[in-house]
């Protein structure tokens, strides 16, 4: 149980285009989901807190305007990267849980290449 | 939440127990401890969490210490493929509560 699904694992864009990642709960609903970055030989870092129905809250520093997070089902979050640079190059992943007190459990994660 | 501090490294023996420390000296009440890993290019995996008492299950045991100041994660049999980071980490349970990664330890398991 508790299986998060990524889409898609990897993806390359040219500059100045969006990308949207898809975070998916596959048998549990999450009112909560989380996307973190993950630069090369870095620790993840948090990027938003996203909330079902409601808007994401965003960590010190990351754009909200640049990094738009919809959660519009209890199964469903995106991110979309706007406005793509080589510099947004990264490893997405999101994460999710079923109750408040459950662990997280994360995605496979998704592979920006911005060209 | 609070920090925690780990070794940058450790190896152990294919076969053997390996023990991979975690300090917590300014843990609350409220606080758990987490233990996650991360596969090369992968998201990271839920091993294993416990508030005061030890806890095992099919992937590892949880040690924390009476204090809780410091725990130690026991992969009982290591093999080749726990050659990884793994992520000590406290935090409050709630809704919006967020996991903080820090930099982790490098699991080495030498044949």
């Not at chain 1, 990264?90 to 290449?113: E, K, Q």
């Not at chain 2, 045991?61 to 049999?77: A, M």
Request: charged share 15%.
């Amino acid at each position: 149980g508790a299986v998060v699904s990524q889409h898609p694992s990897w993806v390359i864009c040219k500059s100045g285009t969006s990308v949207k990642i898809e975070c998916r709960s596959l048998d549990f609903q999450a009112t909560t989901m989380f996307w973190y970055r993950q630069f090369p030989k870095q620790s993840l870092m948090l990027m938003a807190t996203s909330n079902e129905g409601s808007k994401a809250t965003y960590e010190q520093g990351v754009e909200k305007d640049k990094f738009l997070i919809n959660h519009a089902s209890l199964t469903l979050s995106t991110l979309t990267v706007t406005s793509a640079h080589p510099e947004d190059s990264s490893f997405y992943i999101c994460s999710a849980r079923s109750t408040v007190n459950s662990p997280l459990h994360f995605g496979n994660g998704t592979r920006l290449t911005v060209t | 939440d609070a920090k925690t501090t780990q070794p940058p490294s450790m190896d152990c023996a294919e076969g053997r127990a390996a023990n991979l420390p975690c300090n917590h000296s300014t843990i609350s009440g409220n606080e758990y401890v987490y233990w996650y890993r991360q596969i090369h290019s992968q998201g990271p995996q839920y091993i294993i969490h416990g508030l005061k008492n030890n806890e095992t299950n099919e992937m590892a045991s949880l040690i924390i210490t009476e204090d809780r100041k410091s725990s130690t994660l026991i992969l009982p049999h290591a093999t080749l493929r726990d050659t990884t980071v793994y992520y000590c980490i406290v935090r409050v349970d709630g809704a919006n509560s967020k996991l903080t990664f820090g930099k982790g330890i490098t699991l080495s398991v030498r044949p």
